[in-house]
């Protein structure tokens, strides 16, 4: 069965490659695929917090978007089941921009003849990735200060659901 490559495939800053081709339709990247992220902020954006906390890189690497969808549900659900709809806004920071492409090859016996190998290799659309750099601010979240450290607790649920390492910074609005 296919499924995604494994995160390390993708993890390294590359800029984004364009194939030059002497055929004009072939020197592009012809689909993206669609956005996975449902929410880019969640909570309540009208109230004035006391504090804020950011879940910032330490290096820098490569975020696939199913990353980023999968620890932002998860600190939502817990701030919105811990503190409640009113106490918390958490925003997701970086936006999934780089295209990743995948060069399928062929197992098997006799699977030669089925492709080009790598002659042909621009490969083809599979995933969207975020590129964080170090101190790149991945998710803001504000609270007030009675709240903090359950949103701290919270917002370590993060770091094993991304690729790379992190830090949290707290600091008073």
Same mark, same amino acid.
């Given at each position: 069965?296919?499924?995604? &490559?494994?995160? !390390?495939?993708?993890?390294? #800053?590359?800029?984004?490659?364009? &194939? !030059?081709? &002497?055929?004009?339709?072939?020197?592009?990247?012809?689909?993206?695929?669609?956005?996975?992220? /449902?929410?880019?902020?969640?909570? =309540?954006?009208?109230?004035?917090?006391? @504090?804020?906390?950011?879940?910032?890189?330490?290096?820098? @690497?490569?975020?696939?978007?199913?990353?980023?969808?999968?620890? %932002?549900?998860? *600190?939502?659900? !817990?701030?919105?089941?811990?503190?409640?709809?009113?106490?918390?806004? $958490?925003?997701?920071?970086?936006?999934?921009? !780089?295209? #990743? %492409?995948? =060069?399928?090859?062929?197992?098997?016996? @006799? +699977?030669? %003849?089925?492709?080009?190998?790598?002659?042909?290799?621009?490969?083809?659309?599979?995933? $969207?990735?975020?590129? +964080?750099?170090?101190?790149? /601010?991945?998710?803001?979240?504000?609270?007030?200060?009675? =709240?903090?450290?359950?949103?701290?607790?919270?917002?370590? $649920?993060?770091?094993?659901?991304?690729?790379?390492?992190?830090? *949290?910074?707290? %600091?008073?609005?």
């Amino acid at each position: 069965m296919a499924g995604l &490559r494994k995160g !390390h495939c993708y993890s390294k #800053l590359e800029r984004p490659y364009t &194939r !030059h081709s &002497r055929v004009k339709s072939k020197s592009y990247i012809k689909t993206v695929p669609q956005i996975k992220i /449902v929410r880019f902020e969640m909570g =309540n954006n009208k109230k004035q917090f006391t @504090h804020e906390l950011n879940l910032i890189s330490d290096i820098d @690497h490569q975020i696939r978007q199913n990353a980023l969808e999968s620890a %932002r549900l998860a *600190i939502n659900r !817990h701030l919105y089941q811990d503190l409640g709809l009113k106490e918390y806004y $958490l925003k997701l920071n970086i936006y999934p921009y !780089h295209v #990743l %492409r995948e =060069n399928k090859m062929l197992g098997g016996a @006799h +699977a030669d %003849r089925l492709q080009t190998g790598m002659a042909h290799s621009f490969g083809k659309t599979v995933n $969207l990735s975020a590129q +964080a750099r170090r101190g790149t /601010v991945v998710f803001r979240l504000k609270t007030d200060e009675q =709240n903090l450290e359950k949103a701290k607790k919270i917002l370590q $649920l993060a770091p094993p659901k991304l690729p790379g390492k992190y830090a *949290i910074e707290i %600091r008073k609005i």
